[in-house]
């Protein structure tokens, strides 16, 4: 009897470093994702509720009332361009680029198209946000730094018409590749996130901060990275020139809006003041307190960054940087007449105050209070979206 000859095992390629760690972010990204749009789909169909019998809305209806304020700027821009009025040319071009190009390839339409370029960008941007928090500070952190992104009270931003999945992608995706030393990749991803909003610029500073802490102060070709991270701006200003006319078409385009700046946290108090003498229920008042309240609460976690037990390390001073920057800024901006308008919406770019939110989230109590807290407010100011109210626009 003739013995069958040996089989070689097939053999396992085992999973390198790289896409071991990128597999459980993707993964841990679409369980938020499909979680929180199944949430979004069930509060925007009850919110149809109160309304007579044979007035409930399909799918198309409910996607057109997440389509408010700035989403339905971007989809105008992306159909017609921006030769739709002086101030369109504050909405900066990449957002509605990737709609226009997402229209002329699907179905759907123009806000169809958005939809989708929003969401595949939150998708995203909670993985890399994940991957940032577990080199950071481990998988445990990661998996409740997503979900609290996911869950703050205006982190269904992240899922409509907006562009503010796609900046989150674009800046933590360069902060993430520059602490990882891929410089070129890291200035290239800024540069599209200020070609996505004017504040991109900023992480000129807290990649600076690490290209020097990573050369110990000694200077190589690819520092002449980070000079790329402006040229977003740069070339929507050559665009401007060419076609409407002013270089700074852009920042002309600000003043349509009534947007200005004063002193770092003077706008802050001129908020707080706003609310004098004004019922606590006021639209006014409801708007201000959101603003300034939730700069207020980040920048008190942006303190922990550095003071007491949850202080991050000497080497993680870039991350504490670029949510500072992004704070200053949310404290010094004036928005037709209302201070801080959209601060609470912006608070979701300081990526420190998620990731010390999360190391404190070590604490069940803590973290059931944040999930409970943010998911309610969540649903609540979305359904006060849906219902065209300017609170949180």
């Known amino acids: 009897m003739i013995a069958p000859a040996p089989v070689a095992p097939t053999p396992v390629?085992?999973?390198?470093?790289?896409?071991?760690?990128?597999?459980?972010?993707?993964?841990?990204?679409?369980?938020?994702?499909?979680?929180?749009?199944?949430?979004?789909?069930?509060?925007?169909?009850?919110?149809?509720?109160?309304?007579?019998?044979?007035?409930?809305?399909?799918?198309?209806?409910?996607?057109?009332s997440w389509n408010g304020w700035d989403a339905g700027h971007y989809v105008r821009i992306a159909e017609s361009g921006y030769h739709l009025g002086p101030g369109f040319p504050a909405f900066f071009p990449l957002y509605p680029l990737l709609i226009h190009v997402a229209d002329a390839m699907l179905p759907g339409g123009a806000l169809?198209?958005?939809?989708?370029?929003?969401?595949?960008?939150?998708?995203?941007?909670?993985?890399?946000?994940?991957?940032?928090?577990?080199?950071?500070?481990g998988p445990r952190v990661a998996q409740r730094a997503t979900w609290y992104l996911a869950a703050f009270p205006t982190g269904f931003f992240l899922f409509i018409g907006y562009n503010e999945s796609l900046f989150i992608l674009l800046a933590v995706g360069a902060l993430y590749t520059g602490r990882?030393?891929?410089?070129?990749?890291?200035?290239?991803?800024?540069?599209?996130?200020?070609?996505?909003?004017?504040?991109?610029?900023?992480?000129?500073?807290?990649?600076?901060?690490?290209?020097?802490?990573?050369?110990?102060?000694?200077?190589?070709?690819?520092?002449?990275?980070?000079?790329?991270v402006p040229l977003g701006v740069?070339?929507?200003?050559?665009?401007?020139?060419?076609?409407?006319?002013?270089?700074?078409?852009?920042?002309?385009?600000?003043?349509q809006w009534g947007r200005r700046y004063t002193f770092p946290g003077e706008a802050w108090l001129i908020a707080v003041r706003q609310m004098h003498g004004r019922s606590l229920l006021e639209p006014a008042s409801l708007a201000a307190i959101l603003d300034a309240g939730s700069v207020l609460i980040a920048v008190a976690l942006l303190i922990l960054c550095v003071k007491g037990r949850f202080r991050f390390r000497r080497d993680q001073l870039y991350l504490v940087v670029q949510a500072a920057l992004t704070l200053v800024f949310l404290m010094s901006t004036e928005v037709g007449g209302r201070?801080?308008?959209?601060?609470?919406?912006?608070?979701?770019?300081?990526?420190?105050?998620?990731?010390?939110?999360?190391?404190?989230?070590?604490?069940?109590?803590?973290?059931?209070?944040?999930?409970?807290?943010?998911?309610?407010?969540?649903?609540?100011?979305?359904?006060?979206?849906?219902?065209?109210?300017?609170?949180?626009?």
Do not use: K
């Open 180 to 228: 990882r030393g891929h410089w070129w990749l890291a200035g290239t991803l800024g540069a599209l996130s200020s070609a996505t909003r004017l504040f991109g610029v900023l992480l000129i500073a807290p990649l600076a901060i690490e290209y020097l802490r990573q050369r110990r102060w000694r200077l190589r070709l690819d520092v002449l990275s980070l000079a790329l």
């Open 112 to 137: 169809a198209a958005a939809l989708l370029v929003a969401n595949a960008a939150a998708v995203g941007a909670l993985a890399v946000l994940h991957r940032l928090a577990e080199h950071e500070f």
């Open 234 to 255: 740069v070339a929507y200003s050559v665009y401007c020139a060419i076609e409407l006319g002013s270089p700074l078409a852009f920042s002309v385009a600000q003043d």
């Open 13 to 64: 390629l085992p999973s390198t470093p790289l896409r071991r760690p990128w597999q459980a972010a993707l993964r841990a990204a679409l369980a938020v994702w499909a979680s929180v749009t199944v949430a979004h789909l069930a509060v925007s169909a009850l919110a149809w509720l109160p309304r007579r019998a044979g007035d409930a809305p399909g799918l198309s209806m409910i996607f057109l």
């Open 339 to 393: 201070s801080m308008q959209s601060a609470a919406r912006y608070t979701l770019e300081a990526v420190a105050v998620f990731l010390v939110l999360a190391r404190l989230g070590a604490n069940r109590t803590l973290d059931r209070a944040v999930l409970t807290v943010g998911i309610s407010l969540h649903a609540v100011f979305l359904l006060v979206f849906m219902a065209g109210t300017f609170l949180v626009a």
